[in-house]
């Protein structure tokens, strides 16, 4: 399968700021790439869907001016956390698709704290 | 939106043991998977099945996908500690994956 990155594995920010999380698919061109958000002894709950150069589809109750994501290549997408709040701490995982979408391989998860 | 139900919710089971975990779901899919997720870690697919009654194998890993294409399960045979982890199914509705609420499985050795 995919081989997926993360970047940062961990972060921590202030309330009010905004932090990027970047998802690499380091050996094979993603045209979708998926964002998840797990809390503690959660599932995941997708977030929403990133095709390469169009704006991203957002699952109902997910803000899109809150959760900007931009999918500007097809080996890179990035989430970005605008004016974060404690609720938004979580676990943000993505996954790369390439085919057929039930071939998504997962990143290892960003952790994110907002103090 | 669509639910699926996992049990058990939880196992603590003695290293040597096997395993068994299943997910049910009100509707029909087509495509239902398996994964493993260790923590602090992304999921990995164990075992992806396709069709109806289908059994598949990977290692020490089977899993079925019901005839009624309503349910799944998944067997691991002679348990290791490093089975620990949390077990989700998921099932392929429209171009999305659907998660189970996953089961965590805790191996005594």
């Known amino acids: 399968g995919a081989v997926v990155s993360q970047h940062p594995s961990r972060v921590i920010c202030k309330s009010g700021t905004s932090v990027k999380i970047e998802c690499r698919s380091l050996?094979?061109?993603?045209?979708?790439m998926f964002w998840y958000r797990q809390f503690p002894k959660q599932s995941l709950m997708l977030m929403a869907t990133?095709?390469?150069?169009?704006?991203?589809?957002?699952e109902q109750g997910v803000e899109k001016d809150k959760f900007l994501i931009n999918h500007a290549s097809l080996t890179l997408s990035t989430l970005t956390v605008t004016s974060a709040h404690p609720e938004d701490s979580s676990f943000y995982i993505c996954?790369?698709?390439?085919?057929?979408?039930?071939?998504?391989?997962f990143g290892p998860g960003t952790r994110l704290t907002v103090t | 939106g669509q639910q699926l139900n996992q049990s058990p919710q939880s196992m603590f089971i003695q290293e040597g043991e096997d395993v068994s975990m299943n997910c049910t779901s009100s509707?029909?899919?087509?495509?239902w998977l398996w994964y493993k997720q260790d923590p602090g870690e992304g999921p990995v697919l164990l075992i992806a099945?396709?069709?109806?009654?289908e059994l598949t194998s990977n290692g020490r890993l089977t899993a079925q996908f019901g005839i009624t294409r309503k349910d799944s399960f998944l067997n691991i045979s002679a348990s290791i500690p490093s089975d620990v982890g949390i077990y989700f199914c998921?099932?392929?509705?429209?171009?999305?994956?659907?998660f189970g609420a996953g089961t965590i499985l805790r191996v005594k050795s």
């Open positions: 990133s095709n390469e150069g169009s704006k991203a589809t957002y």
């Open positions: 509707s029909i899919f087509n495509t």
């Open positions: 996954s790369v698709a390439g085919g057929p979408s039930h071939e998504q391989y």
């Open positions: 050996d094979f061109q993603a045209t979708t």
């Open positions: 998921a099932v392929l509705y429209g171009n999305k994956l659907v």
């Open positions: 099945l396709y069709k109806a009654g």
